[in-house]
T-cell receptor, first 115, second 113 residues
Framework: AQTVTQSQPEMSVQEAETVTLSCTYD???????LFWYKQPPSRQMILVIR??????QNATENRFSVNFQKAAKSFSLKISDSQLGDTAMYFCAFFEETVFTRLTFGEGTQLTVNP | DTAVSQTPKYLVTQMGNDKSIKCEQN?????MYWYKQDSKKFLKIMFS???????INETVPNRFSPKSPDKAHLNLHINSLELGDSAVYFC????????????FGEGSWLTVV
């Protein structure tokens, strides 16, 4: 079974600084997709960024970018110019491209942005 | 318009009761899911339906019974509620293109007392 590991249960960063959240995964699949979701205190699940495994170029969405290392099975999220509104739980997720499609989540990293 | 909507958003009920959570998506998606988020915020898949057919059942107790009357709806019925069922339940949906975004509802907070 695929597993997703986020080794940092909690992180904090000062406003306007940059922070990187780690994620590793384990799979024998060659085609898959990786996601970062953000969950603020409201509990709404919000997609932050998406990466296709067959694309070597790292995905970027405004202040959010990823460092995707396929051989190392690593998928970290970098948040630049952190804002107070970035305070949330961040989940790394793995989507396997098989018949039984599902999104498998890591344990989450609670990020706090301090003023 | 909310893409994936769940009702109720909050539910407090006593042990032993039976309750249902409803989910509807207006995105035209073929696949819908139920996820459970426990007190430690870990998200785990419970069920997945594709075009009204059950395709994933993740060793969930028989007290949980999903029903999909059509591909836009996926309801979750829970019998004989237990304290350990207290959690946030998320409905989600996606289309059949692999790896496309999975959209989540706002969650249903269930508290069993």
């Amino acid at each position: 079974a695929q597993t997703v590991t986020q080794s940092q249960p909690e992180m904090s960063v000062q406003e306007a600084e940059t922070v990187t959240l780690s994620c590793t995964y384990d799979t024998s699949e060659n085609n898959y997709y990786l996601f970062w979701y953000k969950q603020p205190p409201s509990r709404q699940m919000i997609l932050v960024i998406r990466q296709e495994a067959y694309k070597q170029q790292n995905a970027t969405e405004n202040r959010f970018s990823v460092n995707f290392q396929k051989a190392a099975k690593s998928f970290s999220l970098k948040i630049s110019d952190s804002q107070l509104g970035d305070t949330a739980m961040y989940f790394c997720a793995f989507f396997e491209e098989t018949v039984f499609t599902r999104l498998t989540f890591g344990e989450g990293t609670q990020l706090t942005v301090n003023p | 318009d909310t893409a994936v909507s769940q009702t109720p958003k909050y539910l407090v009920t006593q042990m032993g009761n039976d309750k249902s959570i409803k989910c509807e998506q207006n995105l035209g998606h073929d696949t819908m899911y139920w996820y459970k988020q426990d007190s430690k915020k870990f998200l785990k898949i419970m069920f997945s339906y594709n075009n009204k057919e059950l395709i994933i059942n993740e060793t969930v107790p028989n007290r949980f019974s999903p029903k999909s009357p059509d591909k836009a709806h996926l309801n979750l019925h829970i019998n004989s509620l237990e304290l350990g069922d207290s959690a946030v339940y998320f409905c989600a949906s996606t289309d059949d293109n692999p790896g496309n975004t999975i959209y989540f509802g706002e969650g249903s907070w269930l508290t069993v007392v």
